[in-house]
């Protein structure tokens, strides 16, 4: 894509790198980003070269929410008509979050500098996180007087419990990357100048393991906290049942006997 877009995406080695790609204004998210990053979502989807996702910024931060400059050219309309324009908004978003749930292979967040706002309800729908050792986190949306959109009040207590959260989006302070980490928001924390090399690393690692698997186990674990222990175990049985017609068991089981690592082929 052109430099000027405000959302860059490429397929590398099987990993599809997902940058936010407006470094002047921290990342702020933005409708152009939006408009490009869902259709390439729902390729990347299908696409079965690609075996594992990775959020990043462009510049020294990840995101640092929503475009709040943007926001007060609608402050001058009536409060419907904000109401109107917001949900809209909202709504709009919406997809990204399902996709990125959904999507069959893992999604990694790799995060510089500064994460707020929808920033960090990206992170909280990803299925692992990285951190620089100078990341900070913030919720921040009681600070310009709104709750949290981007999923961020769904994610946030199954992640870090009900009281935490509750402390986390209430009182909006800023977190460092090792408190993060401590509180379960992100996986690990890295020196910052090692923050790209340990981000394609642990691509690596995910793009490498057998993808069936993966996938069903990301699924399993996103069901996790709405099933009944019933019907979980009946799932469990049905994607490990699953597993076993794939060739790439057949080389897990026979590598693991052999004493080898395993060379899985999405088979």
Known sequence: MAEESHFLGEVRDGVAWVTFNRPRVLNAYSVEMRDALIPFLRRIETDDSVRC????GAGTHFMAGGDVKAFTQEMVKTPEERRAIFEGLCHAMHPIIYLLRRLPKPVVSSVAGACAGLGMSFVLA?????AADTATFTMAYVKIGTTPDGGASYFLPRTVGMKRAM???LLSDRLDAATAERLGLINRVVPADQLE???RNLALRLSTAATGAVARTKALLSAALLNDLETHLQQEAVSFAACTTTQDM????SAFMQKRAPTFNNR
């Not at 990803?126 to 990285?130: E, V």
């Open 53 to 56: 996702v990775v959020l990043k």
């Open 126 to 130: 990803s299925d692992l996180a990285i």
């Open 167 to 169: 402390e986390i989006a």
């Open 197 to 199: 090399s340990e981000t």
């Open 250 to 253: 057949v080389e897990g089981v």
